[in-house]
């Protein structure tokens, strides 16, 4: 008997403050600022390891318009708060120009913990991302469609590119976020384990051994939440607008059903190697929505237009299901409009065009992403 899964969902993300005068990250905010964040939303918002960050989590939802409807009614508060103190959040994985070493990290236990244990490294993230919960009650069902699922996890990376600068400089990749978290330890894809069991002894042999408290700290593109009965994906960076991030949940809320679905019939979506999935990684990382894919059945790069078709054909009847239907059709605006690495780097052309200078255009970049953060 095959027990069918909540498939609810929780959206996290992960802002960056810049002062409204300069357009420079907020180094460090006012305590005001965070107790007036609390009053607003108690405890949907928190801090981050560096000052300049903030994090909302939506509620738990059945619908993807649903968390949509909470996660931009969040971003309004932040800024409403924000706006008090003369600052403006922004929804991208890097900041324009902001230097790493300038930001100050938030002084907790767990923070300090942090920094102590991964030196330079830590104080690097000067990064923001987006996570997505779906609720899995079965814990080896977690592990199982995390493996299948995992094959799509860098057309997931694609829609949400929006970090193409780096300390004033385009870095040629659509997400450098992934460049700077990847020098974490315990990133990038999934280890192949077969159970939940199995996975349990994977982390409880880390513990063991010293080298990590608990499951938090495996900070994969996916994994089994260690605080909820959910899959957690967090390749993706933080999307500029809050409908591009209801496409990407509705994507992967819609994949984990139909891989259950194929459970129920004794069938499966094929693993392939995690070098496959890697390059497919990097090529999502570079090119966004621009570049092309591996099509891993037919062995030959697709471009990434064409996957998003088959993507959402694949799932739809799944989307109907779910409701979710609409919030998955914007894929294809995404993919033949652009992500918000591409629309950074148009306005900062366009400034550029216009008279402008770097420092001018890198700051007209951080005026459109405060633009569009509320953007609907």
Known sequence: MHTTPSLTLGIEEEYLLVRKDTRDLVRQPSDDFFNACTEEMGGQVTGEYLQCQVEVGTKVHAKVADAAADLYQLRSQVALVANQFGYAPIAASTHPFAQWRAQSHTRKPRYDELRDDLGQVVQRM????????????????RIDLMQQVSYFLPHLLAFSVSSPFWE????????????????LPRTGLPDPVGSHTEYRRLVDALVRAGCIEDATKIWWDIRPSDKFPTLEQRITDVCGRVRDAAAIAAAYQSLLSYFHRLKTRNQRWRVYPNILIRENRWQAQRHGVSGRLI????????PFAELTDELINLVEDEAIELECQPELHHLRDISRNGTSSDRQRATFKAALENGADIPEAMRSVVDHLIAEYLAR
């Open 168 to 183: 004033g400089q385009d870095t040629g990749l659509n997400s450098y976020r992934l460049s700077v978290f990847d020098s």
């Open 295 to 302: 099509d891993l059945g037919r062995g030959e790069m697709v």
């Open 126 to 141: 000067l990064i923001c991302g987006m996570h997505i919960h779906i609720g899995i009650d079965d814990p080896d069902e």
